[in-house]
């Protein structure tokens, strides 16, 4: 929604961008959508609708090609359920001291490769996981869940698109940590273990 205001004496014109989102039925608006990502989708669904085909009939006969993927086979942008034992393998986690920060900085990453099931005839097409992260624990050696240092999940929805790294102070960062959290409870975390729901194909 677009709010616009008439110039009033002194005040100028103005106008305000209003997005409202239920977070209960719109996960995917969090606070990685930032303004600049929101119009830049806004400005390509434009661009698409403003041209052929979607504008007008076009002559051009490869917009309108079918798709050649067979029956049982995955398209390019699919992952399929068999990919996900060995992508979760690759799950990796590292701590980096900052001079700024009081403790270090957690960096979560994923080394995997999620084209393995997907159709050589569907080459061009990167695939991408959809999934919804449910908590996140740490563990120490022994490994106990350490709750001095519990994770609050602050995004509702990632998109992975094979290796994947983010940092603890990126908006991208799926949880966060305790205020609390000390240089001496970092130095003691030994593992992480994640649930996420995965959105897979067969």
């Known amino acids: 929604m677009i709010l616009h205001r008439?110039?009033?004496?002194?005040?100028?014109?103005?106008?305000?961008?209003?997005h409202v989102a239920d977070m209960a039925y719109e996960p995917i608006q969090d606070t990685v959508i930032d303004e600049e990502t929101y119009a830049g989708f806004l400005s390509s669904v434009r661009d698409q609708l403003a041209n052929p085909p979607n504008s007008t009939v076009s002559p051009e006969s490869s917009l309108y090609a079918?798709?050649?993927?067979?029956?049982?086979?995955?398209?390019?942008?699919?992952?399929g359920e068999g990919v996900l034992k060995d992508y979760e393998m690759g799950v990796r986690f590292a701590l980096s001291p900052t001079p700024s920060a009081l403790r270090p900085i957690l960096h979560v990453g994923m080394d995997g490769n999620l084209s393995a099931s997907v159709s050589r005839s569907a080459v061009g097409e990167e695939p991408y996981l959809n999934v919804r992260p449910r908590w996140m624990k740490l563990l120490d050696r022994e490994?106990?869940?350490m709750e001095a240092l519990a994770a609050q999940r602050v995004l509702h929805r990632l998109m992975l698109r094979g290796r994947?790294?983010?940092s603890e102070d990126s908006s991208g960062f799926p949880f966060r940590l305790r205020l609390t959290a000390s240089?001496?409870?970092m130095d003691r975390i030994h593992g992480i273990r994640m649930t996420v729901d995965a959105e897979v194909y067969r």
């Open 6 to 18: 008439e110039p009033v004496g002194p005040v100028p014109e103005t106008a305000h961008r209003l």
């Open 66 to 79: 079918l798709l050649t993927t067979g029956v049982g086979e995955l398209t390019g942008w699919m992952v």
């Open 143 to 145: 490994a106990t869940v």
């Open 164 to 166: 994947y790294k983010v």
């Open 183 to 185: 240089r001496e409870g």
